[in-house]
Nanobody
Framework: QVHLVESGGGLVQAGGSLRLSCVASRTPFSIISMEWYRQAPGKQRELVAT???????DYAESVKGRFTISRDNAKKTVYLQMDSLKHEDTAVYYCKIRGLTGWGQGTQVTVSS
């Protein structure tokens, strides 16, 4: 059974940075695509960033130029570097394996304005 564990969230001022991590144990990590989603209070969960097994990336328009997704296959970990954070980035952030159901517990990111 896939096990996803997110970490790295916290409280940060607008304009600040955070780096989220997600360990995807019990997976053939090097050959899977990974995604970061977020869910703000009262809103639907939305896709934020994707990274393929070959390292190709894609981003939601709202985070382009500010967020960077990356991966370390040896550590079975995907990262989300978040810079120039805005109040509207406040949400619970989740990682996910593309094409599979199942979520981790998420990590809370709160950006104070």
């Amino acid at each position: 059974q896939v096990h996803l564990v997110e970490s790295g969230g916290g409280l940060v001022q607008a304009g600040g940075s955070l780096r989220l991590s997600c360990v995807a144990s019990r997976t053939p990590f090097s050959i899977i695509s990974m995604e970061w989603y977020r869910q703000a209070p009262g809103k639907q969960r939305e896709l934020v960033a994707t990274i393929s097994s070959t390292g190709s990336t894609d981003y939601a328009e709202s985070v382009k130029g500010r967020f960077t997704i990356s991966r370390d296959n040896a550590k079975k970990t995907v990262y989300l570097q978040m810079d120039s954070l805005k109040h509207e980035d406040t949400a619970v952030y989740y990682c996910k394996i593309r094409g599979l159901t199942g979520w981790g517990q998420g990590t809370q990111v709160t950006v104070s304005s």
